[in-house]
């Protein structure tokens, strides 16, 4: 079996800061994700990446950007942080762009003081 | 653009009884990909069920449902709840337009009690 790693678990930041969020995956998977889980509002994504040096916006994609260094990483910035921003970045992978399963890092829980 | 809708936020159940969370969708592809995913406290969210196949149940660990595509929904269902089933649970849904998009719903938290 494999495993996705982020790093890392926890991020305090500053208001108007840049952070990186940074997803690791063994799976030798072709596609992964970037998703903000917030309470209520599920998991949106924010940028995938359909294979190395891919990159495709989501949804939730302005203020952020990504990218897909090697086929085993794919990095988040958070361009600006928001004061008291609070949320959860889930980082996924799957093995290829069509219906298969995703799976899930443990997440990187934000906080922007 | 395709969405999916979870009409609970919360459900709440005492051990036993049935289960039932709801999921609809929209897609203006004839061929969609249905997903529930469950996520446990302290743990990674993982896959419980998918499904692409009109009016055909998929089980998995006690759970089912099964896709119905005139009235796009793919609701979860189990007989009877248990302590261990309290989690968050999320409707997915992808098209098959081929853009490997995985659009998720609001999530719906399901609370068992004793």
Redesign the interface.
């Known amino acids: 079996g494999g495993i996705?790693t982020q790093t890392p678990k926890f991020l305090i930041g500053q208001e108007g800061q840049k952070l990186t969020l940074k997803c690791q995956q063994n799976f030798n998977h072709d596609?992964m994700?970037w998703?903000r889980q917030d309470s209520?509002?599920?998991?949106?994504?924010i940028y995938?990446s359909?294979t190395e040096n891919d990159l495709?916006k989501?949804?939730l994609s302005e203020g952020y950007d990504a990218s897909r260094e090697k086929k085993s990483s794919f990095s988040l910035t958070v361009t600006s942080a928001q004061k008291n921003e609070m949320a959860v970045f889930?980082c996924?992978s799957?093995i290829?762009?069509?219906?298969n399963?995703?799976?899930?890092?443990?997440?990187t829980r934000l906080s922007v003081l | 653009g395709d969405s999916v809708t979870q009409k609970e936020g919360l459900v709440t159940l005492t051990e036993g009884l049935p289960v039932m969370l709801n999921c609809t969708y929209q897609t203006i592809y004839s061929n969609a990909f249905l997903f529930w995913y469950v996520h446990y406290l302290n743990e990674s969210p993982r896959l419980l069920l998918k499904s692409s196949t009109d009016n055909k149940r998929t089980e998995h660990q006690g759970f089912h449902a099964t896709l119905h595509k005139s009235s796009s929904s793919f609701h979860l269902q189990k007989s009877s709840a248990q302590l261990s089933d309290s989690a968050l649970y999320y409707c997915a849904l992808m098209n098959q337009g081929g853009s490997a998009k995985l659009i998720f719903g609001e999530g719906t938290k399901l609370t068992v009690s004793s």
């Open positions: 996705i596609t994700y998703y209520g509002k599920g998991l949106r994504l995938y359909i495709q989501g949804d889930l996924a799957s290829d762009n069509s219906q399963t995703l799976y899930f890092g443990a997440g």
